[in-house]
């Protein structure tokens, strides 16, 4: 197993279900292929957008293993999937999804203490479960939900001196903690991942390691063509970051069905069903958007592949 984890766009999956509600693995092969054409570096399977907290311990672990499977080391794939209160089960959950063979098994920061308990609490927490499941490459998502708990820089450093952990996806939405917390495991092999689109670019200056997001989920070509080009056009890079900023407010309608939705269109054997949202609510204004982002992402396209230079030119 690669313990090194690749920069780049890591895109957070969804779940195909199928009309009876059952998860759609013929979908979900062809969703892999589909991120994969599209040049993503990596997979981060079995996390919120996946609806981890609505499928049963059986399912995230059956996710995971064909996730990895089917990219068939093209490229990496990391799953999360502990969501459980009780230590011991969440034990049991971490060591079912780490056997499935995903190059990371990624902690929920909000599982390892309450609310109102502080970093200590945590931190205990983590080296028991360290202990517990010695060997195995780690990450950490700052999930919203049931709350948010983010880290603070120094109780990230003292993750990334266990040399256990690969992968942060940060949710913070704020440059100056993303700085604070890029310069404290600066030399380690722990890489911060911003979910958030609008501060994507900035957060790629002050050294972080690219973008795992639910955007992804609706053009992660540019994502793609961000990360890896940014450096090459600054003025053009900063453009194409004012498109993916703006863009990224349609998270806001009806995510994730509407990203369910965007897939379908596309041709993807994708329904809507989803066990988090009804996909009822997805209203014909929803639908309406999702085909004007659509039309708009096609000319931020050719606008690129017109340039004729394999770099960012929107606009010129």
């Known amino acids: ?32 292929e589909w991120y994969i054409g599209r040049g993503v ?7 919120q957008s996946s609806e981890m907290f609505k499928l049963s311990l059986e399912e995230r672990v059956s996710i995971a293993r064909f996730v990895k499977e089917k990219a068939a080391g093209r490229v990496q794939v990391i799953a999360s999937g502990h969501v459980s209160d009780d230590y011991e089960d969440q034990v049991d ?40 499941i010695p060997d195995v490459p780690l990450g950490i998502y700052e999930c919203p939900y049931p709350y948010k708990r983010l880290l603070s820089p120094e109780l990230l450093k003292w993750c990334a001196d266990t040399g256990r952990f690969t992968f942060l996806k940060d949710t913070c939405c704020d440059l100056q903690q993303m700085k604070a917390k890029i310069d404290a495991v600066a030399g380690s092999a722990l890489k911060l991942f ?12 002050l050294g972080a390691a690219g973008f795992s997001g639910v955007m992804a989920n609706f053009h992660p070509d ?25 863009a990224s407010l349609i998270e806001l309608q009806y995510y994730p069905v509407n990203a369910k939705y965007h897939l379908q269109q596309l041709g993807l054997p994708i329904t809507t069903v989803s066990r988090v949202k009804d996909d009822s609510g997805l209203k014909v204004n929803h639908r309406i958007e999702v ?26």
């Open 1 to 32: 197993m690669n313990h090194s984890i690749k920069d780049g766009v890591w895109p957070t999956m969804i779940t195909p279900f199928t009309a009876e509600g059952e998860v759609d693995y013929a979908a979900l092969g062809q969703l892999v």
């Open 41 to 47: 570096h990596g997979l981060f399977a079995v996390c």
């Open 93 to 132: 959950e971490l060591k079912r999804i780490a056997a499935t063979g995903v190059d990371a098994v990624v902690l929920i920061s909000n599982r390892l203490a309450k609310e109102e308990e502080d970093e200590e609490v945590w931190k205990n927490a983590a080296r028991r479960l360290l202990d517990a």
């Open 194 to 205: 911003n979910a958030n689109s609008s501060s994507l670019l900035a957060s790629l200056k």
């Open 222 to 246: 540019l994502y793609v063509q961000l990360t890896e080009q940014w450096k090459n056009d600054e003025a053009a890079a900063e453009r194409l970051q004012a498109y993916l900023g703006v």
């Open 291 to 316: 085909g004007q982002l659509e039309q708009l992402t096609e000319t931020i396209r050719s606008l690129l592949l017109n340039s004729g230079k394999g770099t960012i030119s929107v606009g010129q």
